[in-house]
């Protein structure tokens, strides 16, 4: 079974503002998808309701061919993982057991005791946090906890991934393996990948698709060079951004402003 993730003339709203009047989009395994937009547009509003977590208010999400809306919560966390944008931490774990906790979905009842920690340290390694295996969660920085988030999103194995900005909180060098791992998770493992994110240059440097939302309903879906142009940029963020090349790479860049406010 395909596990594509569809959104069908999808419709959504908050508070009587329409966020997106029609959104169709397909995300297949081995695509990574960003999600572009100026604050208020429904980035993270789109992720949830892609995620399941939130009943679309027109249209349909459709994962693997079915309604979302008709998976039970244990069948979505077998085939979806989903990152919020925050994660409060209700008591005390090790680095280690927050990262084991995302095992529970594909394990049987009886199972749950299970120390295989073999899939955990490949996350841990792979996000350089071996050395915090041990420490508590909740004596972390910002970003040493967002990178745990990551790497427990990593360890659930599943085969869409959705997150939302995965990039908060995290240095420049954590950035960029995020993104690094996001792509490879895709190209080399068949992942299908969805993240929100503000920063325009790395989402057009680290993804294959993009959606391009402007807060008052418009939404362009496609392939990203298709999609994040200076043109539909500008239009989007309310705000000039022109495009140059840098060593034959696209970049964009945001006009000055000019005089002083009143």
């Known amino acids: 079974m395909s596990l594509d993730l569809v959104a069908d003339s999808l419709a959504l709203s908050m508070r009587g503002r329409t966020l997106i009047r029609a959104l169709d989009m397909r995300v297949a395994p081995g695509q990574v998808w960003c999600v572009l937009g100026p604050n208020g547009a429904g980035k993270s509003t789109l992720l949830r309701t892609l995620a ?35 994660i409060v931490d209700a008591f005390s774990l090790t680095v280690m057991e927050a990262v084991m906790s995302a095992r529970h979905p594909s394990l049987p009842f009886w199972a749950w005791g299970e120390r295989d920690t073999g899939p955990a340290e490949h996350a841990l390694h792979t996000f350089e946090l071996e050395s915090l295996a041990d420490r508590d969660v909740t004596t972390l920085s910002g970003g040493e906890r967002q990178r745990v988030n990551i790497a427990t999103l990593f360890t659930q194995d599943v085969d869409v991934l959705l997150l ?4 908060s909180s995290l240095d420049l060098h954590h950035q960029m393996k995020t993104l690094h791992e996001l792509m490879r998770a895709a ?62 790479e696209p970049f964009f860049r945001a006009a000055r402003l000019h005089g002083t406010s009143t």
Do not use: C, M, W
């Not at 939302?164 to 990039?167: G, R, S, T």
């Not at 929100?196 to 993804?207: R, S």
């Open 52 to 86: 399941g977590l939130r009943a679309a208010d027109g249209g349909r999400v459709l994962l693997g061919g079915r309604d979302v809306a008709g998976y039970r919560p244990i069948e979505l966390a077998r085939r979806r993982g989903f990152l919020p944008q925050t």
């Open 164 to 167: 939302d900005e995965p990039l």
């Open 187 to 248: 190209s080399v493992h068949g992942k299908a990948v969805v993240y929100t994110v503000h920063d325009i240059n790395l989402a057009f440097q680290h993804a294959t698709h993009a959606v391009l939302l402007d807060g008052k309903g418009g939404a362009l879906a496609g392939l990203k060079d298709d999609v994040i142009t200076s043109e539909h940029l500008t239009a989007a963020f309310h705000h000039p951004i022109h495009g140059v090349l840098l060593g034959n």
